[in-house]
C-alpha cells in the first residue's frame, strides 16, 4: 500500500502542474528508447530518458494522420538523451524514436497559468525585448535594421547586381541597384520588381541578354553572418494577393559553399510568398537529400500577408529548425543529410537574404498583375 500512495502522489502532483503522462507498455521496453515524465520549466517541456549509447534519438509529436519530428539529441555513452521543446498551447502527444525502436508515449496539455510563479519581466537590449530561448535563458541582440534612413544602409546590406555575380531572379529578371528596385523612406524598406515598357540589355560575365523585367535583392553577404539563432523580419507582401506572377521571400544562405553547390550546403527559406497561392507563407529547410514533402511548412496560414505587417522567425538550433509566424511555432524540422552528419550543412555562418522577384511555373505572370510588385519590410533583426 505504501508504494501504491506514493504512486498516486506523483500523479497528483504532475496533473497539478499541468502535464498528464500515459505511458504504453512498450516504454518498459528494455531493447528501445524509454521516455521519462516530462519536465515543465517557464522556458517549455524537457523530455529526457535513455537509449542506446550514443543512438541519435528523434522526440515526435503526433498530428492529425502522422508522426513529426520536433527535436532531436545524441545519447551519451551512458545512453542518457536530454530534448527541449516550446510549451504546446494544446494537448499533444509525443514519443522518441531510436534505432529504429518507439518509446511509450507521454502527453502534455496546457498548463493553467495561475499555477505558476508571477514570471519577471524578460530583459532588453539594443533589439529590445530580448526572446526566451526554448532551452532557457534569453537571446541576445546581433543586428538590427529599422530602415529609418532615406537610404539603404550599405554597412549592412549588399544590392544584388546580374552585371557582378551573374545571378537572375526568377523567369530572367535581371537584379539591378536603382531607385525603381530598391528604395528606404518612412521606416520602410521597398524591394520591388518591374516590367519596363522596352527592353534593355542585362549585363553578365556569363553572357548577356536582353530583357524587360527589373528585380530586387539586398543581403547582408560578407557583412553579417552567423551560425544558430534567431533571425525575424516584420514583412508585408506585395498587394498583389491572388494574381500569379508575384514572388517574395525572407531567407538565409550559407558565407561559404563548404559542403558543395546548392542544396549540398543549405538553404533556409524563413518566409516564402507567392502571389498565386496568397493565404500561406511556407517556411522550409533545403539541403542535400531532404524529402520536400517534410522540409517545408505547408499549413503556416497567413490570410492578412498582403494587407497587414506580420512577424516571421526562425530559431535554428544544431538540431532543430523552428518557424514562428506572429509569435506562434507554425512548423519545425530536423534535418537528415545525405552523406554527412547532421548538424552539416547548418553547421556554418549564413546571411541574411529579402527578395523580391517575377514568379516561374505555376506562378508565372497572369493577365492581370501590374508592372510592379513591391514587398514592404519595416525591420530586420538578428539574436544569438
Known amino acids: 500500500m505504501g508504494k501504491y500512495r506514493l504512486l498516486i502522489a506523483a500523479v497528483m502532483c504532475i496533473v497539478s502542474a499541468g502535464l498528464v503522462t500515459a505511458p504504453s507498455a512498450r516504454a518498459t521496453d528494455i531493447a528501445g528508447p524509454a521516455l521519462s515524465r516530462p519536465v515543465l ?10 537509449a542506446k549509447p550514443r543512438q541519435v534519438v528523434r522526440l515526435q509529436a503526433r498530428g492529425p494522420s502522422y508522426w513529426t519530428t520536433v527535436g532531436k539529441d545524441r545519447a551519451s555513452r551512458k545512453g542518457a538523451f536530454r530534448i527541449s ?25 496546457p498548463v493553467a497559468t495561475s499555477s505558476l510563479k508571477p514570471k519577471p519581466p524578460a530583459p532588453s537590449d539594443t533589439c529590445g525585448v530580448r526572446p526566451e530561448r526554448a532551452e532557457g535563458g534569453y537571446y541576445a541582440c546581433t543586428f538590427r535594421d529599422d530602415f529609418d534612413g532615406t537610404a539603404l544602409d550599405r554597412s549592412k546590406w549588399m544590392v544584388q547586381e546580374t552585371r557582378i555575380s551573374g545571378m537572375y ?9 536603382n531607385d525603381r528596385t530598391v528604395g528606404v523612406s518612412s521606416g520602410l524598406l521597398r524591394l520591388t520588381s518591374t516590367i519596363l515598357p522596352e527592353q534593355f540589355l542585362c549585363r553578365s560575365p556569363y553572357g548577356s541578354w536582353m530583357t524587360n523585367a527589373e528585380v530586387s535583392t539586398v543581403a547582408t553577404r560578407s557583412m553579417f553572418t552567423q551560425a544558430y539563432g534567431r533571425f525575424e523580419a516584420r ?30 550546403s ?26 520536400t514533402a517534410l522540409s ?7 490570410p492578412t500577408s498582403s494587407t497587414a505587417f506580420h512577424d516571421y522567425a526562425v530559431e535554428w538550433t544544431p538540431s532543430v529548425m523552428r518557424f ?17 552528419s547532421a548538424p552539416q550543412p547548418f553547421d556554418k555562418p549564413f546571411y541574411v ?32
Open 324 to 340: 514562428y509566424y506572429d509569435g506562434t511555432l507554425c512548423y519545425s524540422h530536423s534535418w537528415t543529410p545525405t552523406g554527412m
Open 85 to 109: 521543446v516550446p510549451y504546446p498551447d494544446q494537448p499533444r502527444t509525443f514519443r522518441v524514436v531510436a534505432g529504429g525502436k518507439v518509446s511509450g508515449t507521454r502527453k502534455v496539455v
Open 169 to 177: 531572379g526568377g523567369s530572367q529578371g535581371c537584379y539591378v541597384d
Open 41 to 50: 520549466n517557464r522556458q517549455g517541456v524537457v523530455f529526457k530518458g535513455r
Open 266 to 291: 543549405g538553404e533556409v527559406d524563413i518566409a516564402e510568398w507567392f502571389s498565386g497561392l496568397p493565404a500561406n507563407v511556407y517556411p522550409s529547410v533545403h539541403y542535400a537529400g531532404e524529402n
Open 235 to 264: 514583412i508585408k507582401m506585395p498587394a498583389e494577393s491572388g494574381i500569379a506572377g508575384s514572388h517574395s521571400a525572407f531567407w538565409l544562405y550559407p558565407q561559404d559553399q563548404a559542403y558543395g553547390r546548392w542544396p549540398a
Open 353 to 384: 537574404v529579402l527578395t523580391q522577384v517575377w514568379g516561374l511555373g505555376w506562378n508565372t505572370r497572369a493577365a492581370g498583375m501590374p508592372d510592379t510588385s513591391t514587398l514592404l519590410v519595416d525591420w530586420v533583426k538578428a539574436w544569438e
Open 296 to 302: 517545408s511548412g505547408y499549413s503556416c496560414r497567413m
